[in-house]
């Protein structure tokens, strides 16, 4: 019988040599862990369709924070509910607003903590809608100037970097114009420049509580069927001063995150959403799965497609297995 000079299975015969040539490697420093901040003094509210993931008054946020940078994740990216919603999410670009409270907090107890703040009205608004509304539609124009005085209103309160999640065209120039012109040229931007109108960012609605009251969001956010798109929204960002670009959804999308990886020279993000957290934790608590096991190789995934950086639900979790080895 003849065999081949190479035997790939030389090399997996022990846990040892499977780490020694072992191509893609996790860390907790490439995790972002999403925190929903709400009004109010320990307050903690679960969130039904995402276990072990709850809406956190300022203070507790505070404390995940700390819980996450003892876990050597280095950064949190800020989701705000505000206490009133409005036509044009009035608290959004407040100085004391929800997520400029906690910035300011977080910041005072934990500097060395990267605080990333999530710029979009969906949460702000009495319609739900990421942008302002004329005559029944988002109006894309009308749009920018509010997400560039909110980016500007997290960076006057201390934010280390800016997510624009809107999909609003344009929207990285105005706010990367606005911040120059206010002296915060050193403020990155981090562009979910690939945002797919997905059906995987149910649980993240409940959570953020910013499911759209009429319509949905397919006149902006992307068709899941293009790829080539993509691309195209990814050069666009780049040159409107995007600094990170990102990916989002990131397991049904990562031959998105492979082309974008190959495309740019730019940091790339992925958003591992709340539809594919929920999935694992659904299924390992009916025992159909091992929870722990296909949350590694979700992420193991999502880095090995390309992603540098991966906001993730899983972050905590999925770092103190990394320390425990």
């Not at 893609?24 to 039904?48: A, M, N, Q």
């Not at 997905?198 to 959570?207: H, K, L, N, T």
């Not at 999308?253 to 958003?271: F, N, Q, S, T």
């Not at 608590?285 to 899983?314: C, P, S």
Request: glycine share 6%; charged share 25%; hydrophobic share 40%.
């Amino acid at each position: 019988m003849y065999f081949p000079l190479y035997r790939p299975r030389r090399l997996r015969t022990s846990e040892t040599l499977r780490k020694m040539v072992r191509e893609t490697r996790l860390s907790p420093e490439d995790f972002i862990y999403p925190l929903f901040v709400v009004h109010g003094r320990k307050v903690r509210h679960e969130i039904e369709s995402m276990p072990g993931i709850a809406q956190v008054s300022v203070d507790l946020a505070v404390r995940e924070a700390e819980e996450a940078c003892k876990l050597s994740i280095p950064a949190v990216i800020l989701f705000g509910i505000p206490k009133k919603k409005d036509l044009k999410g009035t608290e959004a670009y407040s100085a004391q607003g929800i997520i400029q409270q906690a910035i300011r907090a977080i910041k005072r107890e934990l500097p060395q903590v990267v605080i990333i703040t999530d710029v979009c009205l969906c949460e702000y608004t009495s319609h739900g809608h990421c942008g302002i509304v004329v005559d029944g539609e988002v109006h894309n124009d009308t749009t920018l100037a509010f997400l560039a005085r909110m980016a500007l209103s997290h960076a006057e309160a201390g934010a280390d970097m800016v997510a624009p999640s809107d999909m609003m065209d344009g929207r990285v120039k105005a706010i990367r114009d606005l911040l120059d012109r206010k002296g915060f040229e050193n403020i990155p931007i981090l562009s979910y420049a690939a945002k797919h109108a997905s059906v995987f960012y149910g649980p993240f609605r409940e959570a953020a509580e910013s499911t759209p009251q009429f319509g949905d969001r397919k006149s902006y956010q992307m068709d899941p069927a293009n790829a080539r798109e993509a691309l195209r929204e990814v050069r666009l960002d780049v040159q409107e001063g995007a600094d990170i670009i990102m990916v989002k959804p990131a397991l049904p999308y990562l031959d998105i995150i492979r082309k974008v990886r190959e495309e740019i020279d730019l940091p790339v993000g992925a958003y591992n959403v709340s539809g594919e957290y929920t999935m694992i934790k659904a299924a390992a608590q009916q025992g159909w799965i091992d929870g722990e096991r296909a949350m590694m190789e979700v992420l193991t995934a999502i880095k090995r497609a390309g992603a540098d950086l991966i906001i993730t639900y899983f972050a905590k979790e999925a770092s103190r297995v990394l320390k425990k080895g």
